[in-house]
T-cell receptor, first 113, second 111 residues
Framework: QQQVKQSPQSLIVQKGGISIINCAYENTAFDYFPWYQQFPGKGPALLIAIRPDVSEKKEGRFTISFNKSAKQFSLHIMDSQPGDSATYFCAASKAGGYNKLIFGAGTRLAVHP | ETGVTQSPTHLIKTRGQQVTLRCSSQ?????VSWYQQALGQGPQFIFQ???????GRGNFPPRFSGLQFPNYSSELNVNALELDDSALYLC??????????FGPGTRLLVL
């Protein structure tokens, strides 16, 4: 019940295309869903996050779509650029007590010019 | 505003040794969490410290221990190192909420 399942494992997109990464969770107590971007040799950097009270959140080229009934959320990267090539992790945590993040396994995105 | 810093950046140890990793939290943050990231995997929660007390722990054995100091910096100690402890160790700081900001990590190699 603590798992967050992420797909696909890897993704290749042409420059200017849309990258879509999906995550699913089981624990309905989760109420905070961030996405992190990680470059090789670096720590994860927060991209964007959403709470279940909204179905979509957009920041620049990055959009999170959230489906509470399906317990799924996804990251869309519009106009993908080679500089977006990185590993992306979805995560989830629940309110109350300590807020440990449960991470997905990651998606390695390659944007080709 | 200073971000999360970690030291050292890289470390090589042999099986059975002990290691201490250090983390300085982002200015204004009073909570520090530690994660282990094996190669090709997502980070796994080790434990969290809030105001110098352990505030929660993941599925890691007692040989993983930690400290938080009055200035909110933190240490992760691992005793009796095993080969499987080879990983990137990440520290994240936060304050009054869920947003956790990660440091660059310490790459530990156990031979």
């Amino acid at each position: 019940q603590q798992q967050v399942k992420q797909s696909p494992q890897s993704l290749i997109v042409q420059k200017g295309g849309i990258s879509i990464i999906n995550c699913a969770y089981e624990n309905t107590a989760f109420d905070y869903f961030p996405w992190y971007q990680q470059f090789p040799g670096k720590g994860p950097a927060l991209l964007i996050a959403i709470r279940p009270d909204v179905s979509e959140k957009k920041e620049g080229r990055f959009t999170i779509s959230f489906n509470k009934s399906a317990k799924q959320f996804s990251l869309h990267i519009m106009d993908s650029q080679p500089g977006d090539s990185a590993t992306y992790f979805c995560a989830a945590s629940k309110a109350g007590g300590y807020n440990k993040l449960i991470f997905g396994a990651g998606t390695r995105l390659a944007v080709h010019p | 505003e200073t971000g999360v810093t970690q030291s050292p950046t890289h470390l090589i140890k042999t099986r059975g040794q002990q290691v201490t990793l250090r983390c300085s939290s982002q200015s204004g943050h009073n909570t520090v969490s530690w994660y282990q990231q094996a190669l090709g995997q997502g980070p796994q929660f080790i434990f969290q410290y809030y105001r110098e007390e352990e505030n929660g722990r993941g599925n890691f054995p007692p040989r993983f221990s930690g400290l938080q100091f009055p200035n909110y910096s933190s240490e992760l100690n691992v005793n009796a190192l095993e080969l499987d402890d080879s990983a990137l160790y990440l520290c994240a700081s936060s304050s009054k909420g869920e947003t956790q900001y990660f440091g660059p990590g310490t790459r530990l190699l156990v031979l």
